[in-house]
């Protein structure tokens, strides 16, 4: 375009300047025609330049919409994530309501064995003295029996002996009867002869010494008869104190047979009450374990109860972190939004040349500078026209509080020339000098935080278009300021 406004200037020139010789006319015609045809392969090579920025640039908005489409999938994808965590956690509310009318049943379960098993166990206690008490009174009552059956056992023999005596006595007495009724009829028998014997001494006024001996022998038989006699009466008052004494042990002998049915009635009790003293023992150690088992479901369902309320808070800290993260990241792209506007209105003329070209996928941004704009070839040092472009991002990048910036180098594949392998032995140390250049810069002259940035050089590994074209090794050619979030957790923070 330049030399197409020259050559019209010429022509003027030389309209102005008058007539001029014929060879220098022809000269100056082939000179225009020259200039004209040089201006328009300028125009056309311009013309295909412009064609390819327009399709880069058509082929950037592709990729930017793609990656536009990309981010609102993933930020839908992050709202349907949120739904998903509300009703997971709204499930878990009802689950958790659930699980505390379950365990409120339980406890209540527990509480109602407890009092059954205490009411069970007073019982128990007053059945256990009761039978304590019959127990007691049942060794005395068998106490009293064996004494009982012992008295017995000595009434009976006393009785026996009494019977035994009695009947020697009645014996004795009948044979006593017998002799008395014997000697009363002798004694009557001998007072008649007495009285005759009176009489005959009456009448023989003295009589013989014979007729007084006789009458003596007479008188001793009747005293001999009067004692049998006192004896007689004396074993009658014995044999009817035996009577009197075997009436009282009879009588003994059944109160002990009362006592012993007693005792057996009692003993009878006490194995009823052993028995249902041994039926409630089951029944409670029975109830024990149902509130034993009671209390364990009431125990896990509370041990449940707790976990759901931990996760739930969990779940509610869960959503609260990925809600401040959201956030985060909502502000974070916003911030970085602008930092691409910032930059896009800053370096307008250079991404129009298509010298820059910036890029921003959700939460980075990529600054891509081919390495014509700062770097002279195979130099490392940045070029003063590099360094206005520099000043100018810095500008922007040391507003920049939230993120991570990485200056990264990139070169073709072309090995390093003989003359600069002295300086640089391979494109590994091209790159990682001019990226190093970068960042110093960055840091001495464009203020930006040291803690920000980082540099790395990454030679020919990392492509971006085919190093088989001239265009396609220019692309390579580049150094890449990328920005790209700090940890999330810290960003949250700083919201909050």
Request: proline residues 1%; aromatic residues 2%; neutral net charge.
């Amino acid at each position: 375009m330049r030399q197409h406004v020259f050559a019209g200037a010429l022509f003027v020139v030389l309209l102005v300047a008058g007539c001029v010789s014929t060879e220098t006319h022809t000269k100056t015609v082939e000179e225009l025609e020259a200039a004209k045809k040089a201006s328009v392969a300028a125009l056309e090579a311009e013309k295909k330049q412009a064609a390819a920025r327009i399709a880069e640039r058509e082929a950037d908005s592709a990729k930017l919409a793609q990656e536009l489409a990309a981010s609102q999938a993933a930020g839908s994808r992050t709202g349907q994530a949120l739904v998903t965590s509300n009703q997971n956690l709204d499930r878990a509310l009802a689950g958790l309501r659930d699980s505390e009318e379950e365990a409120k049943k339980a406890r209540e379960e527990a509480r109602q064995a407890q009092i059954a098993s205490g009411e069970l166990r007073r019982e128990r206690d007053l059945l256990r003295v009761k039978s304590d008490d019959l127990e007691r009174k049942l060794q005395t009552a068998q106490q009293e029996q064996a004494a009982s059956a012992k008295a017995v056992t000595e009434a009976n023999q006393q009785i026996a002996a009494s019977e035994k005596e009695k009947g020697q006595v009645a014996a004795a007495l009948r044979e006593a009867e017998n002799n008395v009724r014997d000697l009363t009829t002798k004694l009557n028998a001998e007072q008649s002869k007495v009285a005759a014997l009176q009489q005959d001494k009456q009448k023989l006024l003295g009589g013989t010494t014979t007729a007084q001996d006789e009458i003596a022998r007479l008188q001793k038989r009747a005293g001999e008869l009067e004692t049998d006699a006192a004896r007689v009466k004396d074993l009658e008052k014995r044999l009817s104190e035996q009577d009197q004494q075997i009436g009282t042990l009879r009588q003994e002998a059944a109160d002990r047979h009362v006592i012993a049915a007693k005792a057996a009635m009692l003993a009878e009790e006490l194995e009823k009450n052993k028995q249902r003293v041994a039926g409630l023992t089951s029944e409670l150690a029975a109830l024990g374990e149902e509130a034993a088992a009671a209390k364990q479901e009431g125990d896990r369902l509370q041990a449940t109860v707790e976990e759901e309320r931990v996760r739930l808070k969990a779940g509610e800290a869960e959503r609260a972190r990925l809600e401040q993260e959201r956030a985060a990241k909502e502000a974070e792209i916003a911030r970085l939004t602008r930092t691409h506007e910032d930059l896009t209105n800053s370096l307008k003329a250079e991404i129009e040349k298509g010298d820059i070209k910036i890029k921003q996928v959700r939460d980075r941004l990529t600054i891509n500078m081919v390495d014509r704009v700062l770097f002279d070839s195979g130099q490392a040092q940045v070029k003063p026209a590099g360094l206005k472009v520099l000043k100018q991002v810095s500008d922007v990048l040391k507003k920049v509080t939230d993120k991570q910036v990485r200056i990264e180098g990139h070169t073709d594949n072309v090995p390093i020339g003989v003359k600069l392998r002295e300086k640089f032995a391979t494109n590994w140390e091209l790159s990682t000098a001019r990226a190093t250049s970068v960042v110093r810069y960055l840091i001495e002259e464009g203020g930006v935080d040291r803690t920000m940035l980082a540099a790395g050089g990454y030679a020919d590994t990392r492509a971006v278009e085919s190093n088989d074209t001239d265009a396609g090794k220019a692309a390579n050619r580049r150094i890449e300021i990328v920005l790209y979030p700090k940890d999330l957790t810290d960003l949250a923070g700083t919201i909050k």
